[in-house]
């Protein structure tokens, strides 16, 4: 089994955001789950390959070929694939992983959850999706999400397949218990 994570290139300006993404690594390499990411040796992306590599985890990362050839491609990991495009990138993450963790990022990793979540809203996948709420960075987005529900531009059961979570243990267990396990990766 693996689990997708989407974070920030960047640190962003908090430790606690670091820690998250060292606490996420953990425990899912303590629960024998393999990481699929963006590729990336800086910001919460290196951390996240760092910390799980550091505990003995599988790591697997994408990663187009404009940002390997800027020598952003962490060159330690498990397995690393290099790809054309950011298209292709997103395609492939999504179909080597089982569910999906979004860490504090910016435009891109919000992109990249958007996408995996209309993808399951239209029926390309069934994977669960989940943000982790560290110290209240995605409260915006959930109050957004929940407003697009009652305004009417989304489904209420549209709207669960995006779960959220300030602890990291209630997160993963969430998106584990919804994964179907006959149905694993595309």
């Not at 990336?40 to 994408?62: P, Q």
């Not at 962490?74 to 860490?103: C, N, P, Q, W, Y």
């Not at 958007?114 to 069934?126: I, S």
């Amino acid at each position: 089994m693996r689990v997708c994570i989407f974070c920030g290139s960047n640190d962003g300006d908090r430790p606690a955001y670091r820690n998250a993404a060292v606490a996420v690594a953990e425990s899912l390499v303590r629960r024998g789950i393999g990481i699929v990411y963006g590729g990336g040796r800086v910001g919460l992306m290196g951390t996240v390959a760092d910390a799980a590599l550091a505990a003995g985890g599988e790591v697997i990362g994408i990663i187009p070929e404009m940002l390997a050839e800027r020598e952003v491609a962490h060159r330690h990991l498990s397995e690393l694939h290099v790809v054309g495009s950011m298209h292709e990138r997103k395609a492939m993450m999504a179909a080597l992983s089982d569910a999906f963790i979004t860490l504090p990022g910016g435009f891109g990793t919000l992109e990249e959850i958007f996408e995996v979540v209309t993808w399951r809203q239209l029926g390309y996948h069934e994977k669960p999706s989940g943000v982790l709420n560290v110290e209240g960075y995605y409260d915006s987005l959930i109050t957004f999400c929940d407003d697009a529900v009652a305004r009417g531009f989304v489904k209420a059961n549209d709207r669960k397949n995006l779960i959220a979570s300030d602890d990291v243990e209630t997160l993963i267990d969430a998106l584990l218990a919804l994964v179907n396990p006959l149905a694993v990766r595309d």
